[in-house]
């Protein structure tokens, strides 16, 4: 199961830097321009989790496998994006394939560095993107439901839904709300992601800071925070330019550039986690000599749904999942510990997998 997350923000505030330190690639062209990414890169990362390597050291695996992330660095929008400025249509078409936004927001001053507004000011970055991508879902809805027009005459209910659906959005937009401020009803989850509608996707602020601001963020950072709260977003901030930097480091001499910093941890690791919190996510494990392997889950999966992303045939002849918390799995010494102490338990189609559970899946071939 693979969850994307679209990084975007106006040009110049650091998206390509942060997508090459993110992937360790050099696939995104970071330079002092505009629309230096022509094409929307995609990289995937592992999801650092040091119980993984716990589970392994227990287990003697041979090799170990994390759980993987998306990111799609997308080129800078600018005013107008909506309406085709810049290279707007392409890269709002490419934000709607994504689970997420990363919107990165330039808080640090570098006169060196280009703003495309000729200021620093991340409140009215931020304002100006989510105008973009109100004004491109607007213009989506009043399309959508001019082609609708027939079918909902026809009585056709599928489409009478997306028309409520729709209006309720456009309703929320006209008031200068995004679409995701919207209250839908578990009956019309399912419809309501189908429309792919730009605003109603979960946002995380990434605030740029300079070095360093790295450790404490900064005046500009703190008041993307106390936004972010009122609108019930999330924020990371991160420098950029030290992520870069790590990424050409070995090991050992990441650990001490990040103490020299006033660092516990990179950056990756704080926006993965928030992207996970995000997106409701959260992670299983399979744990065995040949391999200990990280899987990515929705909160609230049921065990058998768990088992599908495995593969399909588990989920389709699912018998039951003999179960281990992860803490259990290390106090006990590892499976054979557990059983013996009695904390392995049978679960059956109705269990809700819960965060670091180590599963052994039963199925009908």
């Not at 088992?307 to 045939?313: L, N, Q, R």
Request: charged content about 25%.
């Amino acid at each position: 199961m693979g969850f994307k997350t679209g990084i975007v923000g106006l040009p110049n505030v650091g998206k390509s830097t942060l997508f090459n330190a993110l992937t360790r690639t050099a696939a995104a062209q970071a330079a002092n321009f505009p629309f230096c990414t022509i094409e929307p890169n995609v990289g995937e990362v592992a999801v650092p989790d040091p119980r993984l390597e716990k589970l392994a050291g227990i287990a003697g695996s041979k090799e170990i496998i994390p759980t993987r992330m998306t990111f799609v660095d997308i080129a800078g929008l600018v005013k107008g994006a909506s309406k085709g400025e810049g290279l707007g249509n392409q890269f709002l078409a490419n934000i709607r394939e994504c689970d997420a936004i990363a919107h990165v927001l330039r808080c640090f001053e570098d006169g060196d560095v280009t703003h495309v507004e000729g200021r620093v000011n991340p409140l009215e970055d931020a304002e100006v993107i989510e105008t973009e991508l109100m004004l491109a879902d607007m213009e989506s809805i009043e399309k959508r439901l001019a082609g609708l027009v027939r079918k909902v005459r026809g009585g056709d209910k599928e489409a009478l839904q997306q028309e409520r659906l729709l209006k309720a959005a456009l309703a929320a937009l006209e008031e200068g709300r995004p679409a995701r401020t919207v209250k839908v009803d578990e009956e019309d989850a399912r419809a309501w992601k189908a429309l792919q509608l730009l605003t109603a996707k979960p946002v995380l602020y990434v605030c740029n800071v300079s070095e360093g601001d790295a450790a404490s963020g900064n005046e500009h950072s703190r008041a993307v925070q106390e936004m972010a709260a009122r609108e019930g977003a999330g924020t990371v901030v991160i420098s950029a330019k030290i992520e870069e930097e790590l990424a050409q480091l070995e090991p050992e001499e990441a650990r001490m550039f990040l103490q020299e910093m006033g660092l516990e941890e990179p950056g990756l690791d704080r926006l993965i986690r928030a992207g996970y919190e995000l997106l409701g996510l959260q992670t299983f494990f399979t744990v065995g000599p040949k391999e200990a392997r990280a899987w990515t889950i929705r909160k609230g999966t049921l065990a058998p749904q768990a088992a599908g992303v495995i593969h399909g045939d588990f989920e389709r002849g699912f018998i039951r999942a003999e179960t281990i918390s992860y803490k259990d799995y290390v106090a006990c010494g590892g499976e054979q510990g557990a059983r013996e102490a009695g904390r392995m338990r049978i679960e059956g189609k109705s269990y809700e997998v819960q965060d670091g559970d180590v599963l052994h899946f039963l199925f009908n071939a």
